[in-house]
Structures are given as C-alpha cells and as structure tokens.
C-alpha cells in the first residue's frame, strides 16, 4: 500500500487502522479502526482541495469554487480515487462485507481514501496530505472528472434512465460584442439545472455543473 501512495509511514498501526473497517474489528474484538481518522481526513482533504481551486481559479466566485470542490470531494470520486490505488485490495474486512462484496462498494472505499489521508496527516504533517491529495488533484483523470461536466452528466444520466441531457437556450442578454448567455438542462420534462456564460458552450457546462451538484445532494440526502 506504500509504495501505491507513494508514502512510507514512520507509525505503521496508523496505516493499519485506516486500513480497518468497523466490521473486521468488531469481528476480531479490537479497539482501532478507521471511523475517527476518515473524520480527520475529510477535513483535511476539503482544506487542500480549497486551496488548490482557490489557486487555480482566480476570476472564479464563491458559488462556483463551492460547486467544484463538491464534486472533487464527492463519494463517486473518491471511490474512482480508491480503485485506482487499487485500495479495496489491502482493506480489514469483516466476513459479512468481503462476502458481500465491501471491496468494491463505493462508501467502504471512500471513507478508506479520507482514512488513508488522515493517518498521513498524523504521520507525516499537514505537508505530506497535501502533497497526497495535490498528486490525485493534477492527475489527468481528476481533471477531466472535475472540468467536463456535459460528459460526466450525460454519463449519468445515460446509466441512471439510459436518455441523455436536453440543452435549452433560454435568453441572450447585453450588446453583440459581450452577450450573456442563459441555459437549462433538463431530462424529458425535468429541468435539472440552469447556467450562464460568455459563451453557450461555457452555459452549457455550468447548467451541468449545477444539474451535478443538485443529483449529488439527492444522491447523498
């Protein structure tokens, strides 16, 4: 597992309690498992992934930096983070989860990723989790994930009701030389979400941020 995170820990029960699921410590009647640090993980995780948006869109606003780092610390992209790190394999199970397929189920592998960054940041310091998070950050998958919102909407919706999204002009406002354009998205009849832009691609891509953001707070209500 250290040399899949690039990280050698000095305090290996650290790596061993992330690692550890309530289920196989209830089995086996030990005390350390990985609920508290996945606790100190998602917020040191949302530190980092703040910062780093913070950093690399500057003419960004509030709202829309909000919209982005829920995604990027969504369980859907920690769990594609997991199965990258091919974490599911090194995980304490107990018999009632392996059985039942605990790892490759996307809520064991999330938390196990914010575990993982929490017993780094006991480890090693605030610099060597940023450094863990910054790695999966730049990577080119988690850009896509984090940047093309029409493909990851459609991919959604493709999987979820087998249609994709409708886009609908709804307005252009202001002079020919600095138009706003106004966008809904919707499946069927639902509108799922509305975006403005300089452009209509640009609208487009921020009426599938906000169809995203909506479907993750339902996914996760």
Known sequence: MEERIGYRFRRAPLLEAALTHKSFASEQRIGRYNERLEFLGDSVLSAVVAHQLFE???????????KRKALLV????????????????????????????????????SNAVEALIGAIYLDGGYGEAAAFIRRWFCN???QA??????SRLQEI????????PVYD??????????KTFSVTVRLGRQVLGTGQGKSKKEAEQNAALDALEKLLKEAES
């Open 140 to 142: 080119q998958h988690a």
């Open 145 to 150: 994930v984090e940047t093309d919102y029409k």
């Open 56 to 66: 690399s869109y500057p003419d960004e606003d509030e709202g829309r930096l909000s």
């Open 157 to 164: 919706l493709q999987k979820r009701f087998k249609a994709p």
């Open 74 to 109: 969504s369980r859907p992209s920690l769990a594609r983070w997991a199965k990258e790190l091919d974490l599911g394999k090194y995980l304490f199970l107990g018999a009632g989860e392996e059985n039942s397929g605990g790892r490759l189920r996307p809520s064991i592998l």
């Open 169 to 178: 002009m709804l307005r252009a406002t202001g002079p020919d030389h600095d």
